[in-house]
Antibody
Framework: QVQLVQSGADVRKPGASVKVSCKASGYTFTSYLIHWVRQAPGQGLEWVGRINPSDGITHYRQRFQGRVTMTRDTSTSTVFMELSSLRPEDTAVYHCAREIEGTCFFDYWGQGTLVTVSS | EIVLTQSPGTLSLSPGERATLSCRASQSVISSHLTWYQQKPGQSPRLLIY???TRATGTPDRFSGSGSGTDFTLTISRLEPEDFAVYYCQQYGASSFTFGQGTKLEIK
């Protein structure tokens, strides 16, 4: 069965960086895009960006340009999202989610990773 | 960037009643790029409807989606206890994905 399993919760200080992982299983890793969507406590969903595991090409939401980096490791079927220059308002649950390229919706989601930014 | 506005913010209904949730876009959305998700507390979102009206695998047929252009609707014909949750619409356009702010469906 399709699974996206994310790394555990993390606490970082303002100005630091965080790297969250998303390990895929149950399907051909390079055949689907992986997106990152975040959700601040008690708030709605916000798209951060996506990576094509097949070629590593990324596309980030403009407001995260320069602060976010998405990479992949095809040997372990894992995608990574690194967010730098963290601010308290980056505190959120970060989800990875899968897209069949071109369908523009997310059919499977990871369980989410809580990133807390606090001094 | 296309802004999606969902209404109402909270909808209080009883099991067995009909629920109508609205999603309005700031500019026209391609229908094939309009999606609905359900999210329960402590869980990740779950895909319900894609392409504005196509039920995802496992979505009960009491859920239906409709609409085009800037106005889309999610209807739940007869509410079951497990349907009380937050519902989000989402679109893809102008190289970006955006979500509505959500409608919380609560038990009256």
């Amino acid at each position: 069965q399709v699974q996206l399993v994310q790394s555990g919760a993390d606490v970082r200080k303002p100005g630091a960086s965080v790297k969250v992982s998303c390990k895929a299983s149950g399907y051909t890793f390079t055949s689907y895009l992986i997106h990152w969507v975040r959700q601040a406590p008690g708030q709605g969903l916000e798209w951060v960006g996506r990576i094509n595991p097949s070629d590593g090409i990324t596309h980030y939401r403009q407001r995260f340009q320069g602060r976010v980096t998405m990479t992949r490791d095809t040997s372990t079927s894992t995608v990574f999202m690194e967010l730098s220059s963290l601010r308290p308002e980056d505190t959120a649950v970060y989800h990875c989610a899968r897209e069949i390229e071109g369908t523009c919706f997310f059919d499977y989601w990871g369980q989410g990773t809580l990133v807390t930014v606090s001094s | 960037e296309i802004v999606l506005t969902q209404s109402p913010g909270t909808l209080s209904l009883s099991p067995g009643e009909r629920a109508t949730l609205s999603c309005r876009a700031s500019q026209s959305v391609i229908s094939s790029h309009l999606t609905w998700y359900q999210q329960k507390p402590g869980q990740s979102p779950r895909l319900l409807i894609y392409g504005a009206s196509t039920r995802a695998t496992g979505t009960p047929d009491r859920f239906s989606g409709s609409g085009s252009g800037t106005d889309f609707t999610l209807t739940i014909s007869r509410l079951e206890p497990e349907d009380f949750a937050v519902y989000y619409c989402q679109q893809y356009g102008a190289s970006s994905f955006t979500f509505g702010q959500g409608t919380k469906l609560e038990i009256k």
